[in-house]
Nanobody, 119 residues
Framework: QVQLVESGGGLVQPGGSLRLSCTTS????????MGWYRQAPGKQRELVAT???????NYADSVKGRFTISRDNAKNTAYLQMSSLKPEDTAVYYC?????????????WGQGTQVTVSS
């Protein structure tokens, strides 16, 4: 069974930086798109950034120029470098991946990691 695990969240002051990681486990043949989403209290989950297997990226307007998504295909791992953080970036951040595994293809989610931006 494929699992995604996020790490790197925490408490940071406005203007600070954090780097999130999304690691995978299980028998994986290939991962297509990977992405980061976030959900703030009382709000719907929203897209933050996505990256294709060929490293084509897409960002929400609210994070362009501040966040950078990347991936290591050899490790089936994705990263989200977040800079110039704002209080409105506070949310649970989730990793998502389009996974091709043994005999099936599935859309997988991690359990989330909390990011809190506050002074």
């Amino acid at each position: 069974q494929v699992q995604l695990v996020e790490s790197g969240g925490g408490l940071v002051q406005p203007g600070g930086s954090l780097r999130l990681s999304c690691t995978t486990s299980g028998i994986i043949f290939r991962i297509n798109d990977m992405g980061w989403y976030r959900q703030a209290p009382g709000k719907q989950r929203e897209l933050v950034a996505t990256i294709t297997s060929g490293s084509i990226t897409n960002y929400a307007d609210s994070v362009k120029g501040r966040f950078t998504i990347s991936r290591d295909n050899a490790k089936n791992t994705a990263y989200l470098q977040m800079s110039s953080l704002k209080p409105e970036d506070t949310a649970v951040y989730y990793c998502n991946a389009d996974v091709v595994a043994r005999g099936y293809r599935s859309n997988e989610w991690g359990q989330g990691t909390q990011v809190t931006v506050s002074s």
